[in-house]
DNA sequence: TCCATTATACTCATATTGAGTATAAATGAG
DNA sequence: CTCATTTATACTCAATATGAGTATAATGGA
């Protein structure tokens, strides 16, 4: 049973008639932090901010910037709008026979890590919800926790195990740290994860480590996490959560913490020096070892923004 | 003024209170027959199918494939969420002092071209609607019918100039196919699309050639566009528009089609064959010169799914 | 002074791309 | 039946890009 069909399943009030659909904003607010991935959360972390559509709002890019600005009092730099889910079953108060439907629309936005003025208000490790996603210091958690229960779920299905094998990087096939959606969503099926067993799952043995949230706002986060490993590939936008001036170390060390990867050192310098982003200052970060020169990103990035797009083998007049 | 600017400022029934709010699904469904990308249209060409979200759907992803299903008696393969608008002016009636928002969840499908069995629904070739975005047989259409008025509302910003030259690939920039949305939302800026006019922006003089569309369904298209040629790069979906069996030059065309770009022939199949997505058939297609051989799409792709996905440096232990 | 530690510069074999040329297998005109 | 025309495939080769290192340069502290 897929993701999906699962929340399918537990749904009940299904009648047509009048109809209240209510929408709400749900933000995923991405800072990196020293090598630490970084999201805001509410309620000791186990939700991710949300605040209804106002009439307000004059689109919905303004209202999520409007509602984050007022709560971490920080401008907010890029946004992008990351999906819409549109559940009968969740929050679905059947108040005077009349079904509400909620439609959540999710958006992802990059910052510096602030101190947040709210009381629940928290940044929390990205990590502590997908353990398995980071490979910097040890790329053999899945093996050592969850293969035996992965391997009871394939059973003797070659496609089961075609997809498993793709997705989490086994017998030969390579790891791609896109694909945290897919297999946060391939884990659910699986029912590996607290949440498959909350929404009416049964699972007859043990569950992959890894903290629950609140409906499926940990869906919602790993949708944000591959669309950003997916992004910062292509497109220049590391520079939101990096300060105005850093190593290159420290530019590395944040693509590592998003990838979930150790990159090669030289071989990440040289792509940044032939993608032309940056450029030296006069300063150097002083700490142990000889000081590394301080960079910070060319300004005439902002105008050109898009870069460069993968290529097709098109042929010259 | 940008697009979104434009948008707000020709609001008005601004007031906080009780909303009604209305969600609509639209479809961009694609197809592409012989050279020709095509798009599923009502009303001779004006607009996208578009049907209220109804509380009887599961999903949204299930309520656009019975809702498409209805209307082309025809599997839809692939479907993908592209973008959630939410308009407040848009389709507000004022009705009894009640504002009523309208949320928009738009979709890309792909199929193949098959007899529509409605009257007002028609297949279109989507350059129609962007004759600058075919550049396979004539480059230079940007150039020839707007770059002046592009000038003028360039001015003596550099910033503007940069914005423009990045967008449309001119002075010295390469052209860069994915970017058909940012284009269409810069031409919108500059008031060079009729959608400006109608919704309130002033130009002064031509416009750029190609059919307007109600309310923001070009806007809509163009962003199915920028997908999809950004997604044939990465994933093989291609795959859901070809017939069974093709030749390899036919399958060169359609993706020539949708990219807007003549291929270079022999790195294309060279491309192929690393893939490892093809397998022959015993058959070869007839026709003038040298039969081609027949191809089809390996089944095991189903499978598999993902495929490659960019590179980053990556470090091994 | 010399060593641990981090920064930066080079090197080099291999793989991937861009851009062609050469050869093969059909059709149809004369 | 032969040859020009047309399309399909196979190769070639230089230019780049990538993966994986090694060598050398600056620091602060023992």
Redesign the interface.
């Known amino acids: 049973m897929s993701y ?1 069909n699962a ?2 399943a537990s ?1 009940t009030a ?4 009048i ?5 709400e904003l749900i933000a995923v607010l991405v800072a990196v932090t020293g090598s630490v991935p970084r999201v805001l959360t509410l309620a000791d972390g186990s939700a991710l901010p949300a605040g209804p ?10 209202g999520v910037r409007v509602w984050v600005e007022r709560q971490t009092h920080h401008p907010l730099g890029y946004i992008e ?1 990351l ?6 079953t969740r929050g679905a108060t059947v108040s005077g026979d009349q ?1 509400e ?1 909620s ?1 959540s ?1 999710s958006y992802l936005g990059l910052t510096r890590e602030i101190a947040s003025g709210g009381d629940t208000v928290s940044w929390q490790d990205i990590y502590r919800y997908f353990p398995w996603e980071d490979r910097r210091s040890d ?1 053999t958690l899945i093996e050592r926790t969850i293969r035996a229960e992965m391997g009871r779920w394939i059973g003797t299905s070659a ?1 089961r195990a ?2 498993v094998n ?2 989490f990087g086994l017998d030969g096939s390579p790891w ?4 945290a959606l ?1 297999r946060y969503e391939l884990l659910y099926e699986m029912g590996l994860v607290r949440e498959a067993a909350r929404d009416g799952q049964s699972n007859g043995g043990e569950f992959i480590p890894g903290t629950m949230m609140h409906a499926d706002h940990r869906r919602i986060l790993a949708t944000a996490l591959s669309r950003l490993r ?1 992004k910062i ?2 497109r220049a936008i590391v520079y939101e959560l990096m300060p105005e001036s850093f190593s290159l170390l420290e530019l590395q060390r944040c ?1 590592e913490a998003l ?1 979930g ?5 030289s ?2 310098r ?2 940044l020096a032939s993608q032309n982003l940056l450029e030296e200052t006069a300063h150097y970060a002083p700490g142990v070892g000889r000081p590394a020169k301080l960079f910070r990103f060319r300004a ?1 990035l902002l ?4 870069i ?10």
């Open positions: 999906d929340k399918r749904g299904m009648k047509t008639g109809q209240t659909i209510h929408a559509l106002e009439l307000t709002h004059r689109s919905l890019q303004a709008q999906y819409t889910f549109a559940d009968p079904a439907r439609i629309i790329p496609e075609a997809r793709a997705c791609n740290e896109d694909l897919s997916a590939k292509y693509v990838a990867q150790r990159l090669h050192k071989n990440f040289r792509l005439a105008a050109e923004r898009a460069a797009g993968t290529r097709l083998p098109i042929a010259r007049p």
